[in-house]
């Protein structure tokens, strides 16, 4: 089922901390991520929740173990860039969410490019299509041209480097998140329904069977 949702008066710093992780993924979806010349309207994300002491326990998310010097990000402000290192060799990035103390982010997973073609081309593989230039966790990092400099960076900042803007209306699909062995199933995947640039969905397969009905 798809369902439309309206973004541009809603997506702030006071509604984020207001929002739980899957409210907010639900924010994030649609919005504008502006790094320098660049602009990536974001059609894919996945909602994290926090440790066992929060109220959204979630085993998938890196804050599940409380915090750490590597998730302090996630416990911080709402509205905040956490950038993380995966597998050694894709940095990529999240918005925080819910009340400061409490973990919740989401997790950017695809986007289109906007503006600043040309200087996303120069930093991804040749000859790629449009659709796949953002495309992943990863590829969307390489193409912002962010680095572990910029975890923590705030996003509701006008004059900051990296900027999260208001977008259009998007129609929504959910779906289970991508590639995780811990609480596989949870709808907490969010993609706009009408765009060609959201990523193929990938079941990790560490992740327990699905169960079938009956």
Do not use: K
């Amino acid at each position: 089922m798809t369902t439309e949702y309206s973004r541009s008066p809603e997506l702030t710093e006071r509604a984020l901390s207001a929002a739980d992780p899957v409210q907010a993924a639900h924010l994030v979806l649609g919005a504008v991520l502006a790094v320098d010349a660049v602009r990536l309207r974001i059609v894919e994300v996945e909602a994290y929740g926090g440790d066992p002491a929060g109220p959204w326990p979630d085993p998938a998310a890196h804050s599940y173990p409380g915090p750490t010097r590597r998730n302090a990000v996630m416990f911080g402000p709402a509205g905040r860039l956490y950038v993380y290192l995966s597998h050694g060799l894709h940095l990529c990035m999240n918005v925080t969410c819910a009340p400061e103390g409490t973990a919740g982010a989401v997790l950017l997973r695809a986007a289109e490019v906007i503006d600043g073609e040309a200087e996303v081309r120069a930093r991804r593989t040749p000859g790629r299509a449009l659709r796949e230039l953002a495309r992943g966790p990863g590829n969307l990092g390489q193409a912002a041209g962010i680095s572990l400099a910029d975890n923590g960076s705030p996003l509701f900042d006008r004059n900051a480097r990296i900027r999260l803007e208001p977008g259009d209306a998007v129609r929504v699909d959910a779906g289970p998140r991508v590639g995780i062995t811990h609480a596989p199933d949870r709808p907490w995947r969010l993609w706009d329904a009408g765009s060609d640039a959201v990523s193929v969905y990938r079941r990790s397969p560490r992740a327990p069977a699905v169960r079938s009905a009956g």
